[in-house]
């Protein structure tokens, strides 16, 4: 019996030990996508890049800036005069506020520059 716990113990560890993960090197390279718009805000309060790049690599940005290298087989995606915010998420926003106004009609009948 203490055989037989001493071999499961043994067994429970070895499975807990992280064993390094071979690097298979034919794994093929992340897809790389280029956004380029007129403008870039960080969101750090320095001036827009203009032009603005990210260069987005499988589902990280892995560069900002004005003039990024478009590696060969990189998909392109020219946004013209959009501004780009990589890294923002705008989770909820109120840009039609006015309590006066239903909600419904809020959304169809008013823009927010009518309520700013």
């Known amino acids: 019996m203490r055989l037989f716990l001493s071999a499961a113990a043994a067994?429970?560890?070895l499975g807990a030990v992280s064993l390094p993960q071979?690097?298979?090197a034919q794994a093929a390279p992340a897809a790389?996508?280029?956004?380029?718009?007129?403008?870039?805000?960080?969101?750090?309060?320095?001036?827009?890049?203009?032009?603005?790049?990210?260069?987005?690599?499988g589902d990280r940005i892995a560069e900002v800036g004005t003039n990024l290298r478009i590696p060969?087989?990189?998909?392109?995606?020219?946004?013209?005069?959009?501004?780009?915010?990589p890294g923002l998420i705008d989770l909820h926003t109120h840009l039609t506020g006015d309590e006066r106004v239903h909600w419904e009609d809020a959304?169809?009948?008013?823009?927010?520059a009518h309520d700013a």
């Open 11 to 13: 067994a429970v560890v």
């Open 22 to 24: 071979r690097v298979d």
């Open 32 to 57: 790389v996508t280029i956004l380029r718009a007129a403008r870039l805000i960080d969101g750090t309060g320095t001036p827009p890049l203009v032009p603005g790049m990210v260069r987005i690599e």
């Open 72 to 85: 060969p087989g990189a998909t392109l995606v020219d946004l013209g005069d959009a501004t780009l915010l």
């Open 107 to 112: 959304l169809v009948k008013t823009t927010p």
